[in-house]
């Protein structure tokens, strides 16, 4: 019941369109009141400053092996910006860093989850379980930096789509992988085709991971570049949907299709928009600060 209701608000939130405004005021401390006509100024801009989603593309499907993979990506604009200056690509780096590392707590939000699940965070893992009983629903390793550009087609060897050829225009700022450590939504892989049970051993433990991209991309036509943000589930991820059975029953793929990749697409859709929301915050910020000074 829950799946069919989460579902449905996902639908219905996507279907609404992919384009947003972000122009909500950031709340931020003042370090120094400033003047009157400082304050004024500061206030006009920020309330100028908009980030827009102009489009959120994606993709997800379940092979014959029962490997998912999936594929989202949000533009944003930046408009509005007079005396304001953006950061560099340093502090974009370090900040995507941050908020791609933290998405295991993203997952834990009671307004994302119903308050049905929280994020539990370990040694070496982080693990989303169930508020009622300890049930790991995913369990998460430890994030790692790679230099890569997103992928123009999934595990499958299939293409994405002509939409998401924009991101071979884009510079990589920031991309991480989480790997998928196991979980009540994670299954063992299955390799009958090879006679090593130590090579099957190891596909067991790999889960695959999630990919988190950020990248620029200039335009000649605007001052500001765009915002590419960029999402994949990648490697060998074996949902529990997928069963133990090879090939992978159709009415399996039905429920996965329905369910989980649904669910997954509308909590992207939401993270892409928590992403840009704390770049406009950290806009605002560093306002505060220059003003402040």
């Known amino acids: 019941m829950m799946f069919l209701l989460v579902t449905a608000l996902a639908l219905i939130s996507i279907l609404q369109g992919t384009h947003h405004q972000i122009i ?15 304050q004024t100024s500061r206030r006009n801009n920020n309330s100028l400053l908009q980030i827009e989603r102009k489009s959120f593309l994606w993709s997800a499907s379940l092979n014959r092996r029962g490997i998912a993979s999936s594929f989202e990506q949000s533009v944003f604009e930046v408009r509005g910006i007079n005396e304001i200056s953006l950061p560099n690509k340093d502090e974009v780096t370090k ?21 049905l699940c ?7 893992n982080c693990h989303l379980q169930t508020s009622l009983f300890p049930l790991d629903v995913l369990t998460f390793g430890t994030p790692r930096v790679v230099s890569s550009k997103p992928h123009s087609r999934n ?6 789509g002509d939409g998401i050829s924009i991101i071979g225009l884009g510079e990589v700022l920031c991309c991480i992988e989480i790997p998928i450590v196991g979980g009540l939504l994670v299954a063992n892989n299955l390799d009958p085709s090879s006679s090593s049970s130590k090579s099957i051993t190891k596909r067991e433990h790999d889960h695959g991971c999630l990919r988190f991209t950020w990248l620029s991309i200039k335009n000649h036509r605007q001052q500001q570049p765009k915002i590419v943000l960029v999402t ?19 009415w399996r793929n039905m429920v996965y299709c329905s369910t989980q990749r649904m669910f997954h697409a509308y909590v992207m859709w939401r993270f892409h928009l928590f992403v ?18």
Request: aromatic share 10%.
């Open 118 to 124: 929280r994020a539990v965070p370990s040694s070496k």
């Open 232 to 250: 994949e589930i990648a490697g060998n991820y074996r949902p529990s949907l997928a069963g133990n059975k090879l090939p992978t029953p159709a």
């Open 276 to 293: 840009a929301k704390e770049y406009r915050r950290k806009i605002i910020m560093d306002s505060h600060i220059m003003y402040d000074k």
């Open 155 to 160: 595990s499958h060897g299939e293409k994405w």
């Open 95 to 115: 900040m995507a860093r941050q908020l791609f590392s933290n998405y295991p707590d993203f997952l834990g939000r009671p307004s994302l989850t119903l308050g």
């Open 24 to 38: 909500a005021e950031a709340s931020v401390p003042r370090f120094i009141r400033p003047s009157g006509s400082q």
